[in-house]
């Protein structure tokens, strides 16, 4: 079982930058798939970065690609996602998620979420 419990959110201005953190508890961290999910007001849950146990692959989709980078620290139990040059359009609840996963992008795969944080970019 993992806890995860996500922090850093807030209100930005536009071309801001903000970093959201996300702590696990739990032993298993280490090997977990960590992911972050963003859902805006009335749309869906979508997939923003994904880290490999190892740290060795990550993935975004293309709206943050060279803005927001995803690291994590395994001694801490810890996956961050570094926000740059952030846009009104980066507004949502930001999730962490964990778990063994095949495909990072897709939310079910992931069975451990955190209450989420809320992110606020301000034109």
């Known amino acids: 079982q993992v806890q995860l419990v996500e922090s850093g959110g807030g209100l930005v201005q536009a071309g801001g930058s903000l970093r959201l953190s996300c702590v696990a508890s739990?032993?298993?961290?280490?090997?977990?798939?960590m992911g972050w999910f963003r859902q805006a007001p009335g749309k869906e849950r979508e997939f923003v970065a994904s880290?490999?146990?190892?740290?060795?692959?990550?993935d975004y989709t293309g709206s943050v690609k060279g803005r927001f980078t995803i690291s994590r620290d395994n001694a801490r139990n810890t996956v961050y996602l570094q926000m740059n040059s952030v846009k009104p359009e980066d507004t949502a609840v930001y999730y962490c998620?964990?778990?063994?996963?095949?495909?990072?992008?897709?939310?079910?795969?992931?069975?451990?979420w955190g209450q989420g944080t809320q992110v606020t970019v301000s034109s």
């Open positions: 998620a964990a778990g063994r996963v095949a495909q990072v992008s897709i939310s079910d795969e992931y069975p451990y």
């Open positions: 880290i490999s146990w190892s740290g060795s692959k990550t």
């Open positions: 739990g032993r298993s961290f280490r090997y977990y798939t």
